[in-house]
């Protein structure tokens, strides 16, 4: 037998050898379940009822206007927080507005409708757009929603007087026919994740 078949020989019993050994090591029992999981996110709904919370015309200096509304959870999750971003327009009639008109509309958040006088929070709409959302919750959720913040299917009242600013030094001729379109974001936010 020459070098070349005796090579050839010895290959072909290597991979035959290999062949055997790697076969054997299959030949264990096997067995497999399948589980079936789910992961179901809740949900986060937070309302406003109604949604126009004011609407009027013909105002003029001294004018107070109070309205009320309900924000509810009507989401699977418990609130932890509100928030409330501002944003307004000025629509100015002539265009001789030297002033923000939102400067001169005062908000005022109440305890509730019984109570009037009783105010959380007092400012101007100007201040309240330029406030950062996070602080207006500490003043006026915080007091009221508490550690509780709000559970499901659960609603707070909101109280809201909102006052035309008369005993002022500027001159207020400039808003007459003048408008202000304004838009509050309530955002809620969830509580603490548990342990499942």
Do not use: C
Not at 26 to 55: C, H, K, M, Q, R
Not at 110 to 127: C, G, M, R
Not at 180 to 185: A, M, N, R, S, V
């Amino acid at each position: 037998m020459g070098i070349k078949q005796q090579l050839g020989m010895g290959v072909t019993t290597a991979v035959l050898g290999l062949t055997l050994i790697g076969g054997g090591t299959f030949a264990y029992f096997s067995d497999s379940v399948e589980t079936n999981n789910t992961f179901a996110a809740g949900t986060l709904d937070l309302d406003a009822e109604p949604t126009e919370i004011i609407d009027v015309d013909n105002l003029q200096p001294g004018d107070t206007m109070i309205r009320d509304f309900e924000l509810q959870n009507n989401g699977s999750l418990d609130i932890d927080t509100v928030t409330l971003e501002t944003d307004y327009t000025v629509i100015d009639a002539e265009g001789d507005n030297t002033e923000d008109f939102g400067e001169f509309i005062e908000v005022e958040f109440l305890y509730n409708a019984d109570n009037l006088d009783e105010v959380i929070f007092q400012t101007t709409l100007s201040e309240l757009q330029d406030m950062e959302p996070e602080a207006i919750s500490e003043h006026v959720f915080y007091p009221e929603l508490g550690d509780d913040g709000l559970p499901v299917d659960e609603s707070h009242d909101l109280v809201v007087q909102f006052n035309f600013l008369s005993d002022v030094e500027e001159d207020l001729n400039q808003f007459q026919g003048d408008s202000l379109e304004l838009e509050w974001t309530f955002t809620a936010t969830q509580t603490e994740g548990e342990e499942q």
